[in-house]
Each structure stands twice: as C-alpha cells, then as structure tokens.
C-alpha cells in the first residue's frame, strides 16, 4: 500500500467502504451526477435496530489498498455499485459481462453488489433482479436513493453476521492468524501452536472483531475488544496490530467525544442522530434485538472506563505512530494516522502538539513518490497547518507544492497551478495585492520572503501566458516594496518590466481571475513621490477681482451683527476646504507638485495630467525627466476648465514604464496640500499692454515682478514731461465691457510736486465694448516735478561766500555732519558726481477691466502697468532769498540757480530775461515779484480740517502757497543742445521766512498824498506854502480786529551820504497833529485818519510812518506794520507854474 | 550553535535578522518566518492561562545548550529600546547589537 488518504480522518474507522464505478461508456458528467446522488446516502439508520451505519463511496480505490482489509476493515471494500449505459438488449451481456469482472477485482472482500443500468428498456429491464435496477434514462431514476439504502442494508446484514461470527467463535476452535500483506512471508514455517502465536491470533481477532463492532455501529463493544486487544498484543509485542489496536481505541473515542467529527467541512453527518447521550445509549436497544442475539457481557463495563480521555486520545495516537514507525512499509498507515490525530488535535485546539505530529508526518518516508503525490503531499500539509492555525507553516508548505508543480523534472509544469497555489499563500505572508494596505505608514512585513514570493507569482503569470497579470504583479512589487529593493534590484525589476510593458501595458482597469479573485490596479504613487500638491493662484494680472459692492448679493448669512465669533469660526472651518482665490473659466490654471524620484537612475514620466471632478476640465498631460534622487523637484501640471463650477483636484495620472496609475490625492502618505476645492468663475476678458516707451526689468520696490505685467522705464530731467502712450489689445475672448484707470506713486522719499501722471480717459472708454482682437490707445502724461533745492553738500561747496543761506535751517543735523568737508570745498568731481545723482521715481497704472459672463457674476481683472522714472537733476536753486522792492507790494525773489548737468541750460522766468548757466555754473537771478496774498487762497472747509492732522494741514497750506508762487513765477528751463526743456518749481525751496516776505501783510497800509496813493519810487509833488493831505488808510484784512494803534509821522530828508536830518521843524509843519489814532479795526473793515502837511521850503522831504512804542501791541509780526515811506517833493509854485 | 539571529517586533515583521552562512540567507527568512506560527500559539496560550501576569520569555523553541543566549541578547535589545533615538517599530540598527549578535555567532558557530 502506497498510496496514502490524506482526507482520511478518526471516524471513518466507523464506515464502510462502497466502490462506485461506471462500466463500460459512462458520461463522466452523468456518473458523476448518479455518483453524487448515490454519496448523498452516507448514512442508514438500519431498521429494527436502531443502529447507523455509515458508508464511505469511493469512485478509485486501489487493489492493493483493499489488501490491507484484515489490518483496518475500513480499509476494505464491502460493496460494488456498477453505474453504465445500456442502449439496447444486444449490448446487456457484454455489460453483465463486465460488471462480473469488475466484481473479481474486489471479490475477496466484497460483501454485496449492485449495478444500476441506465437507458435499457424492454424485456430485460422488466425482470425483477435484486442486483440490477433498470432504468430508462440518467434523469429518470428516482430511486436510486432507496436502492442504495436497501443495498446497506443487505451490507449490514452481512456485515452484522460477521461481527457475530467473529465475536461468538473465541472458544475452542483455531483462530485463524489475521496478517497485513507484508507479513505474509514472515510467518512461513511459524510454529502455530505455540501460545504466543494463539495469543497473537487472538489479539489480532479481538481487534478485527473490535473493527466490525464499530463499524456496525456498537461503539462500546468496540472499545471493550479494543482494550482486550490493546492487553493480549502488548503481551506479545506485536506492534504493527498494537498500534492498530490503540488506534482504534482512539478512533472509537474520537466518535465518543466528538459526534460532530474531526474532518470539518467534508463531513455531513447529521447532528441530530449523533448527540453524545444517545451515542452511549445507542447499542443498548441493539443488544437486545430481536434476533435475540445476547450482546457481548463486556458492555455492562462502565463505558466512561473503557472510552479514552481527550488527553488519552492523543497519548495513544503517540504511542500508535510510534509502533507503526518501526515497520517501513506501513509507512502510509503512520502518516495517516498522523493525520487523523491532527484532525483530533485541531478540534481540541492544541495545535502545538498537533504540529508536532505534523513534523513527524513531513519525515515519513513513503517511498518514491510521484510528483504529483509530492504536489498532494505538501497541499495536505499546507491545509492541515491552517487547520492548527500555523498559517506562515502554511504558507510555506502550498508554495512548496507549487514550486513543485513546476519542478524541472516535470516534463509539463503546471504554471497554471504553480500561480494558484502561490496565491493561495499570499495570507500567510500577510500580503494582500491590494496596493492600498500598503499606504498606511510605512511597510512592514517580512519584505525578503514577500519579495521573493511577489517574484514568483510575476514569473508563474509570465509562463501562464498572462502578461497582464506579470505587469500588474511586477507593478505592484515596485510600489510597495521599492524601499527594499536594492539598487540593482530596482533596475533590474524596471527593465523586466519595461519588457512586459512593451507587450502589454499596463492600466488601471481591474484584473479578474479566472476563480474570481480581483487585482486591484496598482497606481504608482511612489514613481515619483509626491510631497505637496499646491494650487497655483492665476498671474496677479489675470485673477479676478470680486466688485465689492456686488457682495451684497450673497451675503445671505449675513447677521445683523458686524462682527460675531460664531459666523467667523464657521466660515474658517468652510475656508479650510476652499482655496480662496478662483481660477477663469477658460484660462489656463496650474497646480504645482513637488515630486521626488527615489530610483538611482534618471525617471522618466509620460503624459502626467491632472483628474479633477466638478467641473469640465481639459488637461494638458506633460511629460517629464527627473534626475536620479533627485530630491524635490517642482512639476507644474496645467488645464483648462471649460465651465464654471467648483473644481476639485483628485489627484494625477501618469505613465511611467509602460504602466499608466490614477493616483488619488487621498490615499497619498505624507502629502502635504493646502485644499484642492477651488472656485471657477465664468470667463472675463483678457488685456495685453503695450507701450511707446521701452521695458523696463526695474520693479517698484513694494510690489513683487508677478504683481505687475509690466514696467516701462524712462529717463527725465527735473521738471520735464513726457507722453506715453499705451495700447490696449484685447486677447481674450471676451468683449471688454468697462474700463477704468487708477494710479498710485508708489512710495517714495521724494517729494513729488504737480500731478506725476495725467491722461483723458474718455478717449479711450468711447471704443467700449472692445471686442476680442480689438485694441485701443491712451496717452498718459508723465511730469517729474522732484524738489529742485540743492543739496546740502553741494551748498557747503558753493557756501564760500559767507552770505548765510537761508534756504535751510540752520540747525539741520546733516550740516554739522558735513562740516569738515567744507575743507575740500574746490567743487570737485566726486562732489560734482555726488549732487547730479539719479532719483527715481515709481508708479503704478492700474487698469480694471470686465466683460462677458464674469462681469454678471461680478468680477473684474486688473492689469498694472508700473512706470519707472530715472530724474536726473535739471537746475538746483541752491540759496533763495527776498530783498525787498520799493513798494511795499512787491519783492525781489533772488535765486542761486545751479547747473549741474553737463551742458549748457538756460533759465527763464516770468517777465525776466534768460539766464544762460554753463555746466557746473551757479548764478544768482532776481525776479521781481507781487507779493502774495495767501488768505485768498481757497481754505480747507472745517469739517476737513478738523479730522486732519494739523501738521498735515500746514503743510497743504505750504503747498498752495507754492504752488502759486510758482504759478506766477513760471520758471523754465532749456537745454538747447539736447533740445529738451522743462519746468522748474520753487516750491520746495521756499522756507518760512521767505514765504513771510513773499506774504502781502494781512494789515494793509495806503497812503495818499493829496490824495493819491503813495507807495515806492513814486514821488509825490506839492507846492510850498499849500497843505498836503496825508491820509492813511488801515485795511484789516487779518482774521481779528488790529488796534488801538498811534501813528506818528516823522518828516526826515536823506542827503543821500548817508546823512539824514530830521531837524525839520523850521520846514515842515503840521496842520493838526502829527499823530494818527487809530481805532480798532474789525477784520475786513478799514479805517482812515487824515492829516495835513506843509512844506514851507522847497526840497526832497521823506515821511517816515512810526508807531509808537506802547500802541503797536507787539502781539503781530512786525511786518505787517510796515508803511511805505513817502518821498515828497516840494516845489515852489511859480516854479512849478513856469515849468 | 547559533546560525541565525532574529528579533521580531508584535507587529510580525523583523526588527533585526541576521544569519551566519550569508548566502543562503532567504533560507533562514523562511525558517524564522515559519517558526512565528509557534511563537503566535505560545502567545496567544500565555494570555489564556495566566491572564495578568506577564512572563515575558516564551521557553525555548528548540532546546538549545547555550541558554545564556537569551539573556545576554535581551539585555542587548534593552539597550536599543533604551536608546532615546531609537523610534520602537523602526529596524534595530545598533553597532553595539550587531556586535554582540556576532559574538554570539562567532562563540557558539
């Protein structure tokens, strides 16, 4: 016996074994259907008795296993069922012919027969023959069930008259010596009447009888001749029946304990006639049966003695296995019975021990097997370790046997096998093919034998002639083991794969196999990594702009509240999700993804686009290269979303050696990303700039290069202008519906006097709507206006006259600092470099425009346009002072004008002829000016000047006065050889003493001799000897009311040497007094005091107008108290009469 | 005599493997790998029939004559736990284990 029952468990000790066969032609389909229906009948309650008996169908039983018969009569084949096909009465003696034959193979034990004759009709079928059952066709048999039942039956009663044969015949007569085929020849020549011979007989018998016992159902009996046989064999040292002996021992208390049996699954015996408590009560009726057959007297021994223990059971199996283990042809029993105590031990839960037995079971040596005995070996082995639980034991022993499937030697190899087999052991390595088990963290598992299985299964679906399958497996075994590859076995695994992929590439579709078993796709989210995933914000001059006052529309939850905690806590969980900007409708967006290649060699990733949700989006798929461990590397993947909507960004696709992944954000580890749910606004139009002036790479300091779409750059001197015209080109596809323009100097420390930039907006806006394609001009005004004061150290140069220079205060900290450098004052040409330096100045053109289906949602774009201005210095007004004219209406505004360019410049002012200043030329230029009267400069109403600053305020006010000083001044200056010109401004020159004496006295003082105003040069005639009028006027042009004041007039003469008299009683006399009062004057009202003069000698006489000391009130500036003097000059009449 | 070292985290994977005939170390994968069958049952047995109280050394798996060896490697795999750079679950990479694994290699193999 060679051949052994893997499936074999305890309790089959208790069946008998039938044989079903086909003879002759047998569909295999039909006899298998017939074979299960007969199998279906697996146990029989046999009438009157109460007893079961069980029965064991075989469609292949070896001969020489039914050898074996006297030694377990499980072993042995009692019944024939016959299946075959008859089509007409001519075949049926050649078929009873070979149902014969089949007989004689298993003639020796057989007990009963059956033949089921399918598809025979006529007269043959019609006879009643116990042995053969007729029927028409294979789905035309209904009682087949019943024949089989009856067929146990007569078994039964064969065997029952065995059992009792056996059991009864212990006295007197020879027992005959039962023998295992093996034995045979050893006991030729034996001395049979020896009493150890007898004893072995009987101890043999007793075993046998102990078989037929349980088989027919009397389980106590049969523990009762196990134990007399266990008792009369050990006496004899007869191990190979000891063993079986104590196996059936076992076997039977197996039964005992465990009515549900030990095999699991392939059992299905019906619980409800196997409970414990019949199973002790069961023979007991049957003792007493009516074929009044005395049960055997053992039975009354308590069977709680004779059945063994759970613990019992295994120390038998022990000690059975190990009697067998002495006989090397048994070598099928031992590994069987090893198997049953496994079966045992899996039940009781001790799986320790059960491996034990199992390890025993591996060193069994059975011969030389057949492969596919090997192949069935280690798959039993395999299942019976996952019966124990023993998974990774499992695991080894089926992929054992699947390496076995396609071992070199088979001239056939089963890949298709190999590959089952292999998957089968994937739970035992704890690896599922799903790539997602493996994003949690890091992987952990016993990545050496996984790899080398992963190996396995790539090349068994290779062989199998399954491409697809070795892309998905190499696939997944550089996904999730790629942190344990080594260099060399990336490349390597690479390039094999790069070979499947040529044949067939690899998708994201999931792959069923033929058992139902689905492969996941494995997208490759490790080739590259991807670190962050970061949505980029349109260029600044493409973003869209919400029109503020449209918010309203949907501020629905808005709460009367302006600021409440609870609404805000809210919206920051909502902003969480939502990126707060928006990408347009039909303008490319980008998302950036740092990415790291963690191969050694270079990657190259095809087609890697975006997969987004929400809203129809057109992906532009890039193709990139990353350099071997490349560390982060930046990849920006764009698209286009043709609607408005939310957009979501899933993830990425790419192709990377031949295999093409979705990679879904979410299942990414250590991803970092700042929301991927953005807002795509409808379409707005787009505006592309250009201008006649040059670009410029200069970027105002505030504002970053992306802010601004461009910058032109220009080159000026102080106080030129310069027109830049800009065309408007709409690109978009959409009409431009509005158009508006802001600018903004961009903070500088230069003050900047007038308006820097100017333009006429209407123009341009009359052309709206511009349609796509459509452009427009606009001119804007560029005036540089920057302070024209010299420089502090360019005044320490030229200060060496030693005139104090009004222009700056002198306590200025920057003066003191310089001083020493008054030293080196020649006007050199470091200094000369140092005051003609540069200035800039920066601004920036915003242009807001909309259009389309954004411009109804409310958005618009905004497009800057920055504007940057290199000032080279024009003319410097280095000193500025006033010397007063002849009236008192006028001055004299004197300018130190500085060249400091390097050509020649010439200055011209209001009423005043050009200067001419050769480079580094400094002169001094006096204008002619009216004074000012500032108060009739537009004030700032109240409620403005209340809420600005005061020092604010001033210096506004310091600013009209400038400006009109300018205005009236209208100071140019030309360069004739660059033919350029501009304007100069005074305006941050002036200081506060200046500005006084530019200011027209808010107290107005006319006086009129005889009757005409009297003021400067203007020499007022009298005669000798007539009264002159003298009137003073007071016009209070102050806020508050001047006075009391006294005037007194003191008549002088000016020898013009320097000299003056004022003894001047005997010439001049006053007709009243020489002293004015006047009033207090109320602002805006005047007063007039009048007096009279005469002049009693010829001459130049001069009239000084004093206050007196206490009447001035010296809370006013002192130059409001100026008069003019008045110069008379007395003639005599008949001179003048004769003149 | 010792062929091969292994520590294995409760997790089921290796924190540290190492065999002596280097060229057939799969080999030894295989053999420690299967032999956590055993390791599972006698844990999981622990945890049935003594409930609380803790022993932490299993027995042998196969009577081995050294029996310092498991002394003289736990108190090692202390040191690593107690390293406070070692992140626990990570792959023991000590020089001070390697050397003492090998010690036991080199004394015993």
């Given at each position: 016996m060679s051949v052994p029952d893997y499936m074999q468990c305890a309790e089959d000790h208790q069946t008998v074994l039938v044989v079903v066969q086909p003879v002759g032609i047998v569909p295999e389909d039909q006899f298998f259907k017939i074979y299960k229906r007969i199998a279906g009948v697996s146990q029989v309650s046999i009438r009157d008795s109460q007893r079961l008996l069980y029965i064991r169908y075989r469609h292949h039983y070896l001969p020489e296993n039914n050898e074996w018969g006297d030694f377990q009569?499980?072993?042995?084949?009692?019944g024939l069922i016959a299946i075959t096909t008859c089509a007409s009465s001519k075949e049926w003696p050649q078929t009873a012919e070979r149902f014969h034959g089949q007989k004689e193979v298993y003639s020796s034990t057989l007990y009963d027969s059956r033949l089921l004759v399918f598809g025979l009709q006529g007269d043959i079928a019609e006879q009643q023959r116990t042995d053969v059952a007729f029927y028409p066709s294979y789905e035309d048999c209904s009682d087949v069930e019943k024949r089989v039942e009856d067929f146990v039956e007569s078994i039964f009663i064969v065997l029952e008259s065995k059992r009792l044969d056996r059991a009864t015949d212990k006295s007197g007569d020879k027992i005959p010596l039962l023998c295992v085929p093996f034995e045979k020849k050893d006991f030729?020549?034996?001395?049979?009447?020896?009493r150890h011979y007898k004893k072995r007989c009987q101890g043999r018998m007793r075993k046998h009888v102990g078989d037929l016992c349980l088989q027919a159902g009397m389980l106590q009996d049969a523990l009762v001749h196990y134990h007399m046989a266990v008792e009369l064999l050990r006496g004899v040292n007869d191990f190979l029946w000891l063993g079986a002996a104590l196996e059936g021992l076992c076997s039977a208390s197996v039964i005992f304990h465990y009515p549900?049996?030990?095999?699991?699954?392939?059992v299905g015996r019906k619980p409800s006639i196997s409970q414990p408590a019949d199973a002790g009560k069961r023979h007991r009726p049957g003792a007493l049966t009516a074929n009044g057959i005395?049960?055997?007297?053992?039975?009354?021994?308590?069977r709680a003695k004779n059945c063994l223990s759970p613990e019992d059971i295994i120390e038998k199996y022990k000690e059975a296995i190990s009697y067998y283990g002495?006989?090397?042809?048994?070598g099928v029993i031992e590994l069987e019975a090893c198997v049953k105590a496994v079966r045992v031990l899996a039940i009781q839960k001790r799986a320790r021990e059960a491996s034990e037995f199992l390890q025993n079971a591996v060193y069994i040596n059975l011969g030389q097997l057949s492969e596919e005995e090997k192949i069935q070996r280690y798959s039993i082995l395999s299942e019976l370790y996952e019966l124990i639980g023993f998974h990774r034991k499992s695991a080894f022993f089926k992929r054992v046997a699947a390496m076995q499937c396609v071992?070199?030697?088979?001239?056939?190899?089963g890949w298709r096998a190999c590959y089952k087999l292999l998957l089968e052991t994937l739970p035992g390595y704890s690896l599922?093919?799903?790539?997602k088990d493996f994003n949690k963290g890091t992987h952990r598992g016993w990545a050496a034998v996984q790899m080398r299985l992963l190996h396995e299964l790539v090349y068994a679906s290779r062989r199998m002639g399954n491409p697809g399958l070795s892309v998905r497996h190499l696939s997944f075994l550089l996904q999730t083991m790629l942190d344990f590859l080594s260099d060399q076995e990336k490349k390597e695994v690479t390039q094999s794969l790069e070979n499947y992929t040529s044949k067939c590439p690899g998708g994201m579709e999931v792959i069923t196999l033929p058992d139902g078993l689905k492969l996941p796709p494995v997208p490759?989210?490790?080739?590259?990594?991807?670190?962050s995933v970061k949505l980029l914000n349109l260029p600044v001059s493409l973003r869209p702009h919400k029109v503020k006052g449209l918010l309203?529309?949907?501020?629905?939850?808005?709460?009367?509240?302006?600021?409440s905690p609870i609404i805000m806590h809210n919206r920051g969980e909502e902003r969480c999700k939502k990126i707060d900007f928006q990408w347009v409708q039909g303008d490319v967006c980008e998302v950036q993804l740092m990415v790291y290649n963690p191969m050694p060699y270079e990657l190259r990733v095809e087609n890697m686009g975006l997969l987004t949700s929400g809203v129809e989006f057109e992906s532009l798929p890039a193709a990139l290269s990353l350099p071997a461990e490349s560390g982060l590397y930046p990849v920006t993947l764009v698209g286009v979303p043709r609607t408005a909507g939310n957009i979501t960004v899933n993830g990425y696709h790419t192709s990377v050696f031949g295999v093409t992944s979705d990679c879904l954000?979410?299942?990414?580890?250590g991803l970092k990303t700042s929301g991927c749910l953005v807002e795509v606004i409808p379409s707005l139009p787009r505006l592309q700039l250009s201008t006649s002036l040059p670009r410029s790479?200069?970027?105002?300091?505030?504002?970053?290069?992306?802010?601004?779409s461009s910058t032109v750059s220009v080159q000026l001197f102080n106080g030129e202008t310069q027109q830049l015209t800009i065309t408007l080109e709409?690109?978009?596809?959409?009409?431009?519906?509005t158009l508006e323009l802001t600018s903004k100097i961009?903070?500088?420390k230069e003050k900047v006097f007038g308006e820097f930039l100017s333009w006429e907006l209407e123009e341009a806006l009359s052309?709206?709507?511009?349609?796509?394609g459509q452009s427009v001009t606009l001119t804007v005004g560029i005036k540089v206006k920057l302070d024209f004061s010299g420089q502090e150290n360019l005044l320490q140069d030229l200060?060496?006259?030693?005139?104090?220079?009004?222009?700056?205060?002198?306590?200025?900290?920057l003066r003191q600092v310089l001083k020493p450098r008054a030293e080196t004052k020649t006007v050199s040409e470091s200094g000369k470099a140092e005051y003609s330096h540069v200035k800039t100045l920066e601004a920036v053109l915003n242009f807001k425009y909309s259009g389309g289906a954004g411009k109804v949602e409310g958005y618009y774009r905004d497009l800057s346009l920055g504007v940057h201005v290199d000032v080279e210095p024009?003319?410097?007004?280095t000193r500025v002072s006033t010397l007063p004219a002849t009236s008192t209406r006028q001055c004299h505004l004197l300018l130190d004008i500085f060249n400091p360019t390097e050509h020649e410049l010439t200055v011209s002012a209001k009423n005043n002829q050009d200067l001419v200043l050769h480079a580094s030329e400094c002169q001094r230029m006096a204008i002619q000016v009216d004074k000012f009267d500032f108060e009739s400069l537009p004030q700032p109403d109240q409620e403005t000047a209340r809420f600005t600053n005061p020092k604010q305020l001033e210096e506004e006010r310091q600013h009209a006065q400038g400006c009109q000083i300018n205005s009236k001044l209208g100071i140019c200056w030309t360069h004739p050889s660059l033919r350029r010109r501009g304007e100069a401004s005074v305006e941050g020159v002036l200081n506060q003493l200046v500005l006084e004496h530019l200011q027209l006295a808010p107290l107005q003082w006319d006086v009129l001799v005889n009757g005409k105003p009297c003021d400067c040069d203007v020499i007022a005639d009298c005669k000798v000897g007539d009264a002159v009028s003298l009137e003073v006027k007071l016009t209070n042009l102050s806020k508050n009311s001047v006075g009391p004041l006294a005037l007194t007039v003191v008549p002088y003469q000016d020898f013009q040497n320097g000299v003056q008299n004022y003894d001047l009683e005997d010439a001049v006399t006053f007709i009243g007094s020489n002293t004015f009062y006047i009033d207090t004057v109320k602002p805006k009202e005047s007063s007039v005091c009048v007096g009279a003069l005469l002049f009693l000698y010829t001459g130049d006489f001069y009239l000084n107008?004093?206050?007196?000391d206490d009447s001035a009130?010296?809370?006013?500036?002192?130059?409001?108290?100026t008069l003019p003097s008045v110069h008379i000059r007395a003639m005599d009449t008949p001179l003048q009469a004769g003149a | 005599m010792a062929v091969c070292i292994a520590v294995i985290a409760k997790e089921n994977y290796p924190l540290y493997i190492r065999s002596v005939?280097?060229?057939?170390?799969l080999k030894f994968h295989y053999t420690v790998h299967t032999s956590l069958d055993v390791v599972e049952e006698k844990i999981s047995a622990v945890g049935k029939s003594l409930?609380?109280?803790?022993?932490?050394?299993?027995?042998?798996l196969y009577p081995t004559e050294d029996y310092k060896m498991f002394r003289k490697l736990h108190n090692s795999f202390t040191d690593v736990m107690c390293n406070p750079f070692h992140n626990p679950g990570d792959p023991i990479q000590s020089k001070a284990f390697d050397g003492i694994v090998s010690g036991m290699m080199v004394q015993t193999g």
């Amino acid at each position: 016996m060679s051949v052994p029952d893997y499936m074999q468990c305890a309790e089959d000790h208790q069946t008998v074994l039938v044989v079903v066969q086909p003879v002759g032609i047998v569909p295999e389909d039909q006899f298998f259907k017939i074979y299960k229906r007969i199998a279906g009948v697996s146990q029989v309650s046999i009438r009157d008795s109460q007893r079961l008996l069980y029965i064991r169908y075989r469609h292949h039983y070896l001969p020489e296993n039914n050898e074996w018969g006297d030694f377990q009569t499980h072993r042995k084949v009692v019944g024939l069922i016959a299946i075959t096909t008859c089509a007409s009465s001519k075949e049926w003696p050649q078929t009873a012919e070979r149902f014969h034959g089949q007989k004689e193979v298993y003639s020796s034990t057989l007990y009963d027969s059956r033949l089921l004759v399918f598809g025979l009709q006529g007269d043959i079928a019609e006879q009643q023959r116990t042995d053969v059952a007729f029927y028409p066709s294979y789905e035309d048999c209904s009682d087949v069930e019943k024949r089989v039942e009856d067929f146990v039956e007569s078994i039964f009663i064969v065997l029952e008259s065995k059992r009792l044969d056996r059991a009864t015949d212990k006295s007197g007569d020879k027992i005959p010596l039962l023998c295992v085929p093996f034995e045979k020849k050893d006991f030729v020549g034996l001395d049979t009447d020896s009493r150890h011979y007898k004893k072995r007989c009987q101890g043999r018998m007793r075993k046998h009888v102990g078989d037929l016992c349980l088989q027919a159902g009397m389980l106590q009996d049969a523990l009762v001749h196990y134990h007399m046989a266990v008792e009369l064999l050990r006496g004899v040292n007869d191990f190979l029946w000891l063993g079986a002996a104590l196996e059936g021992l076992c076997s039977a208390s197996v039964i005992f304990h465990y009515p549900g049996g030990t095999a699991g699954k392939t059992v299905g015996r019906k619980p409800s006639i196997s409970q414990p408590a019949d199973a002790g009560k069961r023979h007991r009726p049957g003792a007493l049966t009516a074929n009044g057959i005395s049960a055997d007297t053992s039975t009354e021994i308590g069977r709680a003695k004779n059945c063994l223990s759970p613990e019992d059971i295994i120390e038998k199996y022990k000690e059975a296995i190990s009697y067998y283990g002495k006989y090397k042809n048994a070598g099928v029993i031992e590994l069987e019975a090893c198997v049953k105590a496994v079966r045992v031990l899996a039940i009781q839960k001790r799986a320790r021990e059960a491996s034990e037995f199992l390890q025993n079971a591996v060193y069994i040596n059975l011969g030389q097997l057949s492969e596919e005995e090997k192949i069935q070996r280690y798959s039993i082995l395999s299942e019976l370790y996952e019966l124990i639980g023993f998974h990774r034991k499992s695991a080894f022993f089926k992929r054992v046997a699947a390496m076995q499937c396609v071992a070199p030697t088979i001239p056939e190899p089963g890949w298709r096998a190999c590959y089952k087999l292999l998957l089968e052991t994937l739970p035992g390595y704890s690896l599922s093919l799903d790539p997602k088990d493996f994003n949690k963290g890091t992987h952990r598992g016993w990545a050496a034998v996984q790899m080398r299985l992963l190996h396995e299964l790539v090349y068994a679906s290779r062989r199998m002639g399954n491409p697809g399958l070795s892309v998905r497996h190499l696939s997944f075994l550089l996904q999730t083991m790629l942190d344990f590859l080594s260099d060399q076995e990336k490349k390597e695994v690479t390039q094999s794969l790069e070979n499947y992929t040529s044949k067939c590439p690899g998708g994201m579709e999931v792959i069923t196999l033929p058992d139902g078993l689905k492969l996941p796709p494995v997208p490759f989210t490790k080739l590259p990594i991807v670190r962050s995933v970061k949505l980029l914000n349109l260029p600044v001059s493409l973003r869209p702009h919400k029109v503020k006052g449209l918010l309203g529309q949907n501020m629905s939850t808005a709460s009367p509240f302006i600021y409440s905690p609870i609404i805000m806590h809210n919206r920051g969980e909502e902003r969480c999700k939502k990126i707060d900007f928006q990408w347009v409708q039909g303008d490319v967006c980008e998302v950036q993804l740092m990415v790291y290649n963690p191969m050694p060699y270079e990657l190259r990733v095809e087609n890697m686009g975006l997969l987004t949700s929400g809203v129809e989006f057109e992906s532009l798929p890039a193709a990139l290269s990353l350099p071997a461990e490349s560390g982060l590397y930046p990849v920006t993947l764009v698209g286009v979303p043709r609607t408005a909507g939310n957009i979501t960004v899933n993830g990425y696709h790419t192709s990377v050696f031949g295999v093409t992944s979705d990679c879904l954000l979410e299942g990414l580890p250590g991803l970092k990303t700042s929301g991927c749910l953005v807002e795509v606004i409808p379409s707005l139009p787009r505006l592309q700039l250009s201008t006649s002036l040059p670009r410029s790479a200069h970027t105002p300091q505030p504002m970053t290069k992306e802010e601004l779409s461009s910058t032109v750059s220009v080159q000026l001197f102080n106080g030129e202008t310069q027109q830049l015209t800009i065309t408007l080109e709409n690109i978009g596809s959409e009409d431009i519906e509005t158009l508006e323009l802001t600018s903004k100097i961009v903070s500088t420390k230069e003050k900047v006097f007038g308006e820097f930039l100017s333009w006429e907006l209407e123009e341009a806006l009359s052309h709206l709507p511009l349609k796509p394609g459509q452009s427009v001009t606009l001119t804007v005004g560029i005036k540089v206006k920057l302070d024209f004061s010299g420089q502090e150290n360019l005044l320490q140069d030229l200060n060496d006259d030693g005139i104090s220079v009004t222009g700056l205060p002198i306590s200025s900290p920057l003066r003191q600092v310089l001083k020493p450098r008054a030293e080196t004052k020649t006007v050199s040409e470091s200094g000369k470099a140092e005051y003609s330096h540069v200035k800039t100045l920066e601004a920036v053109l915003n242009f807001k425009y909309s259009g389309g289906a954004g411009k109804v949602e409310g958005y618009y774009r905004d497009l800057s346009l920055g504007v940057h201005v290199d000032v080279e210095p024009s003319v410097f007004f280095t000193r500025v002072s006033t010397l007063p004219a002849t009236s008192t209406r006028q001055c004299h505004l004197l300018l130190d004008i500085f060249n400091p360019t390097e050509h020649e410049l010439t200055v011209s002012a209001k009423n005043n002829q050009d200067l001419v200043l050769h480079a580094s030329e400094c002169q001094r230029m006096a204008i002619q000016v009216d004074k000012f009267d500032f108060e009739s400069l537009p004030q700032p109403d109240q409620e403005t000047a209340r809420f600005t600053n005061p020092k604010q305020l001033e210096e506004e006010r310091q600013h009209a006065q400038g400006c009109q000083i300018n205005s009236k001044l209208g100071i140019c200056w030309t360069h004739p050889s660059l033919r350029r010109r501009g304007e100069a401004s005074v305006e941050g020159v002036l200081n506060q003493l200046v500005l006084e004496h530019l200011q027209l006295a808010p107290l107005q003082w006319d006086v009129l001799v005889n009757g005409k105003p009297c003021d400067c040069d203007v020499i007022a005639d009298c005669k000798v000897g007539d009264a002159v009028s003298l009137e003073v006027k007071l016009t209070n042009l102050s806020k508050n009311s001047v006075g009391p004041l006294a005037l007194t007039v003191v008549p002088y003469q000016d020898f013009q040497n320097g000299v003056q008299n004022y003894d001047l009683e005997d010439a001049v006399t006053f007709i009243g007094s020489n002293t004015f009062y006047i009033d207090t004057v109320k602002p805006k009202e005047s007063s007039v005091c009048v007096g009279a003069l005469l002049f009693l000698y010829t001459g130049d006489f001069y009239l000084n107008i004093k206050f007196q000391d206490d009447s001035a009130g010296r809370e006013l500036p002192l130059a409001w108290f100026t008069l003019p003097s008045v110069h008379i000059r007395a003639m005599d009449t008949p001179l003048q009469a004769g003149a | 005599m010792a062929v091969c070292i292994a520590v294995i985290a409760k997790e089921n994977y290796p924190l540290y493997i190492r065999s002596v005939p280097t060229q057939n170390e799969l080999k030894f994968h295989y053999t420690v790998h299967t032999s956590l069958d055993v390791v599972e049952e006698k844990i999981s047995a622990v945890g049935k029939s003594l409930g609380d109280q803790r022993e932490l050394y299993l027995g042998l798996l196969y009577p081995t004559e050294d029996y310092k060896m498991f002394r003289k490697l736990h108190n090692s795999f202390t040191d690593v736990m107690c390293n406070p750079f070692h992140n626990p679950g990570d792959p023991i990479q000590s020089k001070a284990f390697d050397g003492i694994v090998s010690g036991m290699m080199v004394q015993t193999g």
